[in-house]
């Protein structure tokens, strides 16, 4: 789930934490842990709260009653699904997320065997996000080999060299050399109006203020979003339907290459013992499945089919996010008068990006403006699809 305000993802990073920890005492609680300790994942989630002041706050979540209230039933599936086996819950959030892997944490068996469990604790358990990035992450998603780190990748043909997938002369240099010479135009405009929208909503005198570019923001958004999406199909088309399924079928959690399990305060998706989800899994990997995507509006629209119709489909939009640019363009935020100080607390004396500026209303904040960016977000409606 894409958290909203600083405290929301505070309380979802502890959200992730407390999962693990309640799972492993409930675990060695009924003696079906290999450890036999829930220390370690207690102390990680606390020592997070007492860090970033959230003790209290966090209680009040529904990253905390989400869990609360389904992580006995859900351990209890984890049981049956693996009776007269012992193993640990283990968080591996960042680990995962720098070999580009979707899990939050782990089944760990004697056997060494891990179960990678991704989660998403939410107000909704039928939908999920599960895939994000700019428009040139996600083209280069599909030709190049994620290595870990933020937006690395492997040289191709050399897995002990690494490079940013943003540093434009070795990108270009590489898709020459791998014979995608013809994707260059696509990316040099995406290169391009990145520039151009940056210059003028992070460094231009006239988007000091929110309120001046709003109606230019949408406009831009639009404007840029259906250029791109044309330009993307067209990619697509000349990357090949064999690697745009694969990375498909990757981006979207349909390559059964991990789980995922869904809390929401009206019920809970695991997969592991979704019937209906283990069907569609089955589906799209089937011989008869067929990937298809087209241009709609500002977004593009896939979908895997088969023999007895559509088994999923989902679209993706090319938009910007402003990622707080902006002080008091939220709808919570309350108007004020003349200057005042931003300040976000973290807790024990920490504070956020643009701490102590002095800032107007709605005016730009001198850091946090500068992560302006591009945007495109994969969300899966499983409702939609049939498997709750």
């Known amino acids: 789930m894409g958290a909203g305000t600083q405290k929301d993802h505070q309380h979802q990073d502890a959200g992730e934490k407390y999962v693990v920890y309640q799972m492993q005492k409930l675990a060695v609680s009924n003696g079906t842990a290999l450890t036999d300790s829930y220390e370690k994942e207690k102390l990680d989630f606390e020592n997070y709260c007492d860090e970033y002041g959230i003790t209290e706050s966090f209680k009040k979540s529904i990253y905390c009653t989400n869990v609360d209230k389904w992580a006995e039933s859900v351990y209890n599936e984890y049981v049956s699904l693996f009776p007269n086996k012992k193993f640990d819950f283990v968080n591996v959030e960042k680990e995962y997320r720098d070999q580009g892997k979707k899990g939050d944490f782990i089944l760990k068996f004697v056997d060494k065997v891990v179960v990678s469990q991704g989660l998403k604790n939410q107000k909704e358990h039928t939908k999920a996000q599960m895939c994000s990035g700019t428009w040139n992450s996600g083209l280069n998603h599909f030709i190049f080999e994620r290595a870990p780190g933020s937006g690395m990748f492997y040289v191709p043909g050399n897995k002990q060299k690494r490079w940013k997938g943003s540093v434009i002369k070795r990108r270009d240099k590489f898709l020459k050399e791998l014979g995608y010479e013809e994707l260059l135009p696509i990316y040099h405009r995406m290169d391009e109006i990145n520039a151009k929208v940056k210059k003028f909503y992070v460094y231009g005198d006239e988007a000091r203020f929110y309120y001046n570019i709003e109606k230019q923001l949408d406009k831009d958004r639009k404007q840029y979003g259906k250029e791109i999406s044309l330009l993307m199909v067209k990619a697509l088309n000349i990357i090949g339907k064999d690697k745009v399924t694969e990375r498909v079928k990757k981006m979207t959690g349909l390559d059964a290459a991990e789980e995922l399990l869904i809390l929401s305060p009206d019920g809970y998706l695991l997969s592991l013992n979704n019937p209906k989800y283990m069907d569609m899994l089955k589906r799209v990997s089937s011989d008869e499945s067929k ?64 701490a102590g500026t002095l800032l107007y209303y709605q005016e730009r904040r001198p850091k946090k403006s500068k992560e302006f960016a591009t945007s495109i977000n994969t969300f899966i409606d499983f409702k939609k699809a049939g498997v709750c």
């Open 291 to 354: 990937l298809t995507y087209k241009v709609n509006g500002q977004s593009i629209q896939f979908a895997f089919s088969d023999n007895d119709g559509e088994v999923i489909s989902w679209s993706i939009p090319f938009t910007f996010n402003i990622n707080g640019c902006w002080w008091g363009n939220q709808k919570s935020v309350e108007p004020w008068e003349g200057q005042k100080p931003y300040f976000s607390p973290k807790g024990n004396g920490k504070k956020g990006k643009d």
